[in-house]
């Protein structure tokens, strides 16, 4: 997922990474945690979509395995990505003894790959995740709207059910994204 990244691709996301660690105002930080996980954006937009854009789903779909082993290996990638780049963010709510928050933020890392997998699947193009998780950011986090704070960048989204939806919602996108794949590989 990360191969071809430029060294300032890199440096960028240590610069958030040590930034959510570093800032002392929760506020502060959840707007660093939404800038951390707008970062990788178009990293996580070519899930489910590099097969058919780099025009290998016969020989990927051909492999031993490819519902059981390629998706979940996908998904975990995308998902290692968000807890990577959004780790500064974690420690500080670690070392605060936040537990809802932590929750909040894990689901938000479990979220957006997730979405980004599944609309792949379905849509065969990155586009609709782009444009969807773009606005949705800006919408949440970006202006701290609990209902579509998905991240739990905003200090009381923990406190809510919010989260919890979103987790539900993942678990639906993750179903759809299996069936999509599903009906990818009998065609």
Sequence with gaps: MLKGQKWWWYAGAAGFILAGAAVPHAEGRGLVLACAWIWPV???SAMG????????????????????GQLPALWLAGV???LITGSG???RLLAGGNMRGLAA????????????LSLGVWSGSSKP??????LLWYAGPMHQVRQLDFMGSAPAT???????YYLLLA???ALAALAGRKRQLQT
């Excluded at 995740?129 to 773009?134: I, S």
């Excluded at 923990?158 to 919890?164: E, N």
């Design 49 to 68: 979509v590099r097969e058919a854009r780099d025009q290998t789903s016969q020989l990927l779909f051909s492999a031993p395995h490819p519902l059981a």
């Design 89 to 91: 963010f974690a420690v």
């Design 129 to 134: 995740f782009e444009v969807l998780y773009t």
């Design 158 to 164: 923990a406190a809510t059910p919010y989260p919890f």
């Design 105 to 116: 933020w894990l689901i938000g890392a479990v979220f957006i790959p997730t979405l980004a």
């Design 42 to 44: 178009l990293l996580w």
């Design 80 to 82: 290692s990505l968000a």
């Design 171 to 173: 678990c639906g996108l």
